[in-house]
């Protein structure tokens, strides 16, 4: 008996969660439980998104995330396997620095600025992060210093 296979088709954008938070809210009737998600897009060619989604289910809720993430995505100039120039961004508490690094010492990132320069396809960068240890703050600051780039 020959099953019909589909054809494996190759997504144009990786997607990563990056962190799921449980909401909860009291109301008169009890606690209303929601999720919040979120997530980053990249096609590892020099596109990056974040989204945040938020629902009752963490599935839609990354669905949400997904598609704002798509809408919203930003162009990064790359410069070989790394990044053109140091830059240094402060986006409320969270303050990240970016350096090209040379090729062949791969991504020196902690945490949530690792999964965005992943997504964006950079493969040599050395990063830190100062100020807040807050996923959401730290994947944000990160693409702003991202927009920064010429």
Same mark, same amino acid.
């Given at each position: 008996m020959a099953r019909y296979?589909? !054809?494996?088709v190759e997504k144009e954008f990786?997607?990563?969660?990056?962190?799921?938070?449980?909401?909860?809210k009291k109301t008169k009737g009890g606690n209303r439980i929601s999720f919040s998600v979120l997530v980053v897009v990249?096609?590892?060619?020099?596109?990056? %998104?974040?989204g945040l989604g938020k629902s009752?289910?963490?599935?839609? %809720?990354?669905?949400?995330?997904?598609?704002?993430?798509?809408?919203h995505l930003?162009?990064? !100039?790359?410069? %070989?396997?790394?990044? !053109?120039?140091?830059?240094r961004v402060k986006l409320g508490a969270a303050e990240v620095l970016l350096k090209p690094a040379p090729t062949g010492s791969g991504l020196i990132a902690g %945490?949530?600025?690792?999964?965005?320069?992943?997504?964006?396809?950079?493969?040599?960068?050395?990063?830190k992060v100062l100020g807040t240890n807050n996923k959401a703050s730290n994947v944000y600051a990160c693409l702003e210093a991202l927009k920064k780039l010429r």
């Open positions: 296979e589909e !054809p494996r990786e997607e990563k969660v990056v962190q799921v938070n449980r909401v909860s990249g096609d590892k060619k020099g596109r990056v %998104g974040v009752k289910e963490v599935a839609s %809720g990354v669905a949400k995330a997904v598609s704002y993430a798509k809408k930003i162009t990064v !100039p790359l410069k %070989g396997t790394t990044i !053109p120039h140091d830059v %945490g949530a600025v690792r999964v965005v320069v992943e997504a964006v396809g950079v493969r040599d960068i050395s990063s």
